[in-house]
């Protein structure tokens, strides 16, 4: 069965602080691999990755893939309290153009 | 920006009572997906459609849950009866199928409460 699988659930730092979320997936047939960031409504999206070792970036922002390995993780540097949110990942089948997400990580940032 | 568009925002009302809640897709999307999403389960793929064909709705509860798409400005996510378990955000995504795959964009979701 397909899966994703987030670490840690949830994450508590403070302003300034430097953040590593981790994504690991097993999926038939992968395509691509998506983050997403979800305040109050609807999940945004991020990032979307299909090629191993390319770093994506945007602002303070980045996020990076390993297929070898089977994950991915996306680093905040300099968090605000602005970036305290759920940060979900999932995961895309060339064989049925879903997506499976992982159960998210709530990331709360402090003053 | 284009946007996902869902209609109700927020959903209140009785067991047993007939729920239906729309979604508009971006212009020019031909994929369309239902979500729900609860504390306990976090996002769940209900059904998607391409090209306004169900392709896929094993994560429906098929006694009481529909979903169709009418036109391709129209998706539809109906349940009939509503219970109380089914008290959840229910998201509606759109994107566009291409082989190296595109990112799903999601509606800001209906709040159901089933009382």
């Known amino acids: 069965e397909d899966k994703v699988v987030q670490s840690p659930l949830s994450l508590v730092v403070h302003e300034g602080d430097t953040v590593t979320l981790n994504c690991s997936y097993e999926?038939?047939?992968?395509?691509?691999l998506l983050w997403y960031k979800q305040e109050k409504k609807a999940p945004t999206f991020l990032f979307m990755l299909?090629?191993?070792?390319i770093e994506k970036k945007s602002g303070r922002l980045s996020s990076i893939l390993d297929k070898k390995e089977l994950f991915s993780i996306l680093n905040i540097t300099a968090t605000q309290t602005g970036d305290s949110a759920i940060y979900l990942c999932?995961?895309?089948?060339?064989?049925?153009?879903?997506?499976?997400f992982g159960q998210g990580t709530t990331l709360q940032v402090k003053p | 920006d284009a946007r996902v568009t869902q209609t109700p925002r927020h959903k209140v009302t009785e067991m047993g009572q007939e729920v239906t809640m729309r979604c508009q897709p971006i212009?020019?999307?031909?994929?369309v997906f239902w979500y729900r999403q609860t504390m306990m389960q976090g996002l769940e793929l209900l059904a998607y459609?391409?090209?306004?064909?169900?392709?896929?709705d094993s994560g429906m509860p098929k006694d009481r849950f529909s979903a169709e798409m009418p036109d391709a400005t129209l998706a539809t996510l109906k349940i009939q009866p509503s219970e109380p378990r089914d008290s959840a955000v229910y998201f509606c995504?759109?994107?566009?199928?291409?082989?190296?795959?595109?990112?799903?964009?999601f509606g800001d979701g209906t709040r159901l409460s089933i009382l």
């Open positions: 999932a995961s895309g089948s060339s064989n049925t153009g879903k997506l499976i």
């Open positions: 999926v038939t047939n992968f395509r691509s």
């Open positions: 299909t090629s191993s070792g």
């Open positions: 212009l020019g999307h031909n994929t």
């Open positions: 459609f391409r090209n306004r064909a169900p392709l896929d």
């Open positions: 995504a759109s994107g566009l199928a291409t082989p190296r795959g595109q990112p799903q964009h």
